[in-house]
C-alpha cells in the first residue's frame, strides 16, 4: 500500500506538472500511477462480470454463437418476453454481424428466454443462466429479470459479440431494489437523445432507477400545460448563459417508455421550495411581491424561494405534480426539499406538508433530499441523503430517527457517489466541495453499514448524482460517469460478500474494452490495473 501511495503521489506530481514541464498526462496516469503488482492474469468470463453475480458455477463446454443462432422466446406477459428477446438480438446483432433471428418458443438449440413464475429464490429482477453445448437458458420471474439475463450474457461474450458462452450457470438477484443515477439537466440542459444514451450505459450494468432533475434556478425543463410559460420563458436560459431548453411532454413520455424497455423507471424531480428562480422568473404571482426576479445563470444556491403565505402557490404545486404525476408510471415523485435557504423552517415544514400531501392525492410516493428529515415527512416518504464525512452528527441523527420510523432511505454520500465531484486536482471539469473522489472512494464502503444506526433493511438503495454546474458537454458527462457509475452498480446489486476494491478493479479493468467499443469516454484512473 505504502508503495501504490507513493506511486500516486508521483502521478499526481507529474500531474502537475511539479516534476518537469514536458510530462503529458498520459505519462502521469501511465505506469508510474500503476499498483506495484504484476499485471493480473486475464479473467476468465465468468471472473469478469460487473456487477459481480451472487453465484456462478463454471461447468463443461460452453455454447458456441454462429449463424445459425436463434433467439427462443415462450409466451408470457402480453408478449413482453418477446420483447425482451428482440432487444436482446438487437443489442447482440450491433458487434457480431449475426442474424439472430427471434422466434416464438419451440425446442432446440440457441438462446432460450422464459419465465418460471415459481423460481422463488429469483425475486423480481434475479434470473438463472445455463450455458451449455445445446445453447443458453436464460430465466426469470419476470421480464425485468430477463433482461438483467441477457446483459449477464452479453458481457460473457467477447466485445465482438462472437464467440462462445462459457458453460456453467450463474444464479443472480440484487442486494437492492433501488439503484440509481441522477441528471441535472437544469444548470445546462441535455437532450432526451443523450439521456437514452445513458441509460443504454446505465441499464447494460443493471441500474433500474433514472432520476432526472428537471428544474432548478437556472432553468425550468419540462413543459406544463397550465403554466406554460415556466418551459418557453423559464427553461430559455443555463449556467454560463447559454440557450437552455426544455422537453416536450411528448420528448419526456418517449424518454420514460425508451427507459422503461429497459427495466429502468424514471423518477422526475421538481425541487421545491427552494432551487426555483426559473419559475419565480417565470410568474411574478409566485412572488411574495408579486414582481419577478431576472433569469439566472450562475451557480449559487439558496437564494429562490416559493411564497409560502400564498395560496396561488398551491395551487401552482398542484397543477405541475399533477402534470408530472401524469406523465409518470413508476411510484415516486421527487419534491426536492433541498438548500431551502431563504424559507424559515416553520414555513419549510408547513410547505412541505401540502406539497408531499399533493403527490400523495395523485396515488404518487414522495422522495426528497434528506433535509425533509427536519421537517415532517409524509408515511412511507423516501428520503434521500447526500450528505458526507463532514456532514455533522446532529444531520446524521435526524436521518437515522427517520429511518427507525420507517422512512427508507435512498444513499447518495457526496463524497462517495456524486459524480460531478473531481477524480483528483488535475479533472478537468467538475467541483470539489465535497472533495476529490477518486474511482476508488467510490467504491470501496458499506451501503448496509453507512450511518451510524441505520440498519440495511432501511435502505432502498443506492444512486449517483450527476450534477451539471461545470458539466457542458457529452464528453463532460461521460468522463465524470464513468468509470465512477460501474461502482454504483456493483454496490447496488452484488452481495455484501462480493464486494472487494482489488478484485473489483480488475473487473473493471476488463470492461474498458466494452466501454471503448461503445464510444463511451471514461477516466483512466490511476489506481485501476487496466490492461
Ligand atoms: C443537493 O446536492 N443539493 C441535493
Request: glycine letters at 12%.
Amino acid at each position: 500500500m505504502r508503495v501504490l501511495r507513493l506511486r500516486r503521489t508521483l502521478g499526481t506530481l507529474l500531474a502537475l506538472g511539479v516534476l518537469g514541464g514536458s510530462v503529458s498526462c498520459t505519462a502521469a496516469h501511465g505506469d508510474d500511477a500503476r499498483p506495484a503488482d504484476d499485471p493480473p492474469a486475464a479473467l476468465t468470463p465468468f471472473e469478469a462480470l460487473l456487477p459481480a453475480p451472487a453465484s456462478v458455477r463454471a461447468a463443461g463446454p460452453g455454447y458456441a454463437l454462429g449463424p445459425g443462432t436463434v433467439i427462443r422466446t415462450g409466451a408470457g406477459r402480453d408478449g413482453e418476453v418477446r420483447r425482451v428477446g428482440e432487444l436482446l438480438a438487437q443489442q447482440l446483432r450491433g458487434p457480431s454481424g449475426l442474424p439472430l433471428p427471434v422466434v416464438d418458443g419451440g425446442r432446440g438449440d440457441g438462446i432460450r428466454l422464459g419465465i418460471d413464475e415459481d423460481a422463488a429464490g429469483l425475486g423480481d429482477e434475479g434470473y438463472r443462466l445455463e450455458s451449455g453445448p445445446g445453447g443458453v437458458t436464460l430465466t426469470a420471474r419476470t421480464p425485468a429479470g430477463l433482461f438483467h439475463a441477457g446483459q449477464t450474457l452479453r458481457q460473457l461474450l467477447p466485445v465482438t459479440g462472437r464467440g462462445t458462452v462459457p458453460g456453467g450457470t450463474v444464479t443472480d438477484r440484487p442486494r437492492f431494489r433501488y439503484r440509481g443515477a441522477m441528471v441535472d439537466i437544469a444548470r445546462h440542459f441535455f437532450s432526451v437523445e443523450q439521456v437514452k444514451r445513458y441509460v443504454d450505459q446505465l441499464a447494460q450494468y443493471k441500474v433500474n432507477t433514472l432520476h432526472v432533475h428537471l428544474t432548478d434556478d437556472q432553468g425550468w425543463r419540462i413543459a406544463i400545460d397550465s403554466w406554460p410559460r415556466l418551459a418557453e420563458y423559464g427553461g430559455a436560459g443555463e449556467v454560463g448563459g447559454g440557450p437552455g431548453g426544455h422537453w416536450t411532454k411528448e420528448e419526456y413520455r418517449d424518454l420514460v417508455a425508451y427507459a422503461g424497455e429497459r427495466y429502468v423507471d424514471v423518477v422526475p424531480e421538481i425541487d421545491m421550495p427552494g432551487h426555483v428562480n426559473a419559475a419565480l422568473a417565470s410568474y411574478a404571482e409566485l412572488n411574495c411581491d408579486g414582481k419577478a426576479p431576472a433569469r439566472y445563470t450562475g451557480v449559487k444556491v439558496g437564494f429562490s424561494s416559493l411564497c409560502v403565505g400564498k395560496e396561488r402557490t398551491y395551487e401552482f404545486v398542484d397543477d405541475v405534480l399533477g402534470e408530472i404525476a401524469a406523465l409518470t408510471p413508476g411510484r415516486y415523485l421527487h419534491i426536492g426539499g433541498d438548500e431551502a435557504h431563504s424559507t424559515p423552517a416553520a414555513d419549510y415544514a408547513a410547505f412541505m406538508d401540502r406539497a408531499q400531501a399533493v403527490v400523495g392525492r395523485y396515488g404518487k410516493t414522495v422522495v426528497a433530499w434528506h433535509q425533509l428529515a427536519a421537517a415532517r415527512p409524509a408515511p412511507g416518504a423516501v428520503l434521500q441523503y447526500w450528505g458526507h464525512d463532514r456532514t455533522t452528527a446532529a444531520e446524521k441523527t435526524k436521518v437515522a430517527a427517520a429511518a427507525k420510523a420507517g422512512h427508507p432511505l435512498v444513499l447518495s454520500p457526496a463524497d462517495r457517489l456524486y459524480l460531478d465531484m473531481k477524480y483528483e486536482a488535475a479533472t478537468k471539469p467538475g467541483l470539489a466541495w465535497a472533495g476529490y473522489v477518486p474511482v476508488k472512494r467510490a467504491y470501496d464502503w458499506n451501503p448496509g453499514a453507512y450511518l451510524a444506526g441505520v440498519p440495511e433493511s432501511a435502505v432502498l438503495g443506492v444512486e449517483a448524482p450527476l450534477w451539471t454546474e461545470a458539466v457542458t458537454t457529452r464528453a463532460e458527462w461521460e468522463l465524470m460517469a464513468f468509470p465512477r457509475v460501474l461502482g454504483l452498480a456493483e454496490l447496488g446489486w452484488s452481495p455484501a460478500a462480493a464486494l472487494d476494491w482489488t478484485a473489483y478493479s480488475r473487473r473493471l479493468a476488463a470492461q474498458a474494452p466494452r466501454l471503448e467499443a461503445q464510444g463511451i469516454t471514461f477516466y483512466r484512473a490511476p489506481e485501476v490495473p487496466w490492461s
